[in-house]
């Protein structure tokens, strides 16, 4: 992809927010689950996320892919460090 990769959490849920409605359904339904479900992104496995969002693990590869990461650990890092950044700030 010729576009930036996001590299901070608020950066990743406003190009998730703009490419919504042009996702392919069921990467559409990991999107809606990855915003509602930031923590679970951050520490869940594929297997565990995809289960509890109700489509395959390939999926979660392929919607990290349809945002510019390499894979679906690359994105994931991204919901850490939410986290931590979070954590940082008491």
Do not use: H, W
């Not at 969002?53 to 590869?61: E, K, N």
């Amino acid at each position: 992809m010729d576009e930036q990769v996001p590299r901070d959490f608020e950066t990743l849920r406003a190009t998730i927010l703009d490419r919504r409605e042009s996702l392919p359904k069921r990467i559409a339904q990991i999107a809606a689950y990855a915003l509602d479900n930031p923590d679970d992104i951050a520490f869940g496995t594929a297997a565990s996320i995809a289960a509890s969002a109700g489509v395959q693990p390939s999926t979660l590869i392929r919607f990290a892919q349809q945002l510019g990461f390499d894979g679906f650990t690359s994105l994931q890092q991204v919901f850490r460090e939410r986290l931590r950044e979070r954590n940082s700030s008491y």
